[in-house]
T-cell receptor, first 115, second 112 residues
Framework: ETGVTQTPRHLVMGMTNKKSLKCEQH?????MYWYKQSAKKPLELMFV???????ENNSVPSRFSPECPNSSHLFLHLHTLQPEDSALYLC??????????????FGPGTRLTVT | GDSVTQMEGPVTLSEEAFLTINCTYT??????LFWYVQYPGEGLQLLLK?????DKGSNKGFEATYRKETTSFHLEKGSVQVSDSAVYFC???????????FGKGTRLHILP
């Protein structure tokens, strides 16, 4: 595998379910990001991790819970979601968020539908 | 706060047509500017960037010039191909941190 991978690619869940999204990067990067992409809206940055430490939580509701066990893996745990949380969730990585370049590498995303 | 505005889509062109996708920005400092592209079923990829006024970013036949006087970074290509069909995102970053501010995206359809 190369680049940034995300699983699953599609997920349908009820509002009472608990599920997790997984992201893995094979680029040797140290920073990882979660974004939410909704139709007709700009990408929304949700969380940033650098060297496994969370450095940004962009006022995200607590029903979204990130986890970064190491620099290569990032999870987004989901519980009691709302229909308005349906979106494409994108993971990205960069070399080191303390040395910003504006260059981030994105995975293909997980299309989430909350019913 | 900083923001990016780009033209609404979708934009539909015939193959070999000239492409312009407009992008303007608002920023308090001197940001770096980017165009990212998202092909169907894929994540975003950096297409080109410019880090200071009058810089021209270019890649794969696409070009954009950082115009400070008009706060613009329009994307152009002289002859588009069907394979250019994608969503294009204009973006900026002040590089004080690793946050990128994206526009809403412009969907481009190229007809054969």
């Amino acid at each position: 595998e190369t680049g940034v991978t995300q699983t699953p690619r599609h997920l349908v869940m009820g509002m009472t379910n608990k599920k997790s999204l997984k992201c893995e990067q094979h680029l040797g990067h140290n920073a990882m990001y979660w974004y939410k992409q909704s139709a007709k809206k700009p990408l929304e940055l949700m969380f940033v991790y650098n060297f496994k430490e969370q450095t940004e939580n962009n006022s995200v509701p607590s029903r979204f819970s990130p986890e970064c066990p190491n620099s290569s893996h990032l999870f987004l745990h989901l519980h009691t979601l709302q229909p308005e949380d349906s979106a494409l969730y994108l993971c990205a990585s960069s070399q080191d968020s303390r040395i910003p370049t504006g260059e981030q590498y994105f995975g293909p995303g997980t299309r989430l539908t909350v019913t | 706060g900083d923001s990016v505005t780009q033209m609404e889509g979708p934009v539909t062109l015939s193959e070999e047509a000239f492409l312009t996708i407009n992008c303007t920005y608002t920023a308090t400092g001197y940001p770096s500017l980017f165009w990212y592209v998202q092909y169907p079923g894929e994540g975003l990829q950096l297409l080109l960037k410019a880090t200071k006024a009058d810089d021209k970013g270019s890649n794969k036949g696409f070009e954009a010039t950082y115009r400070k006087e008009t706060t613009s970074f329009h994307l152009e290509k002289g002859s588009v191909q069907v394979s250019d069909s994608a969503v294009y995102f204009c973006a900026l970053s002040d590089l004080r941190d690793d946050k990128i501010i994206f526009g809403k995206g412009t969907r481009l359809h190229i007809l054969p």
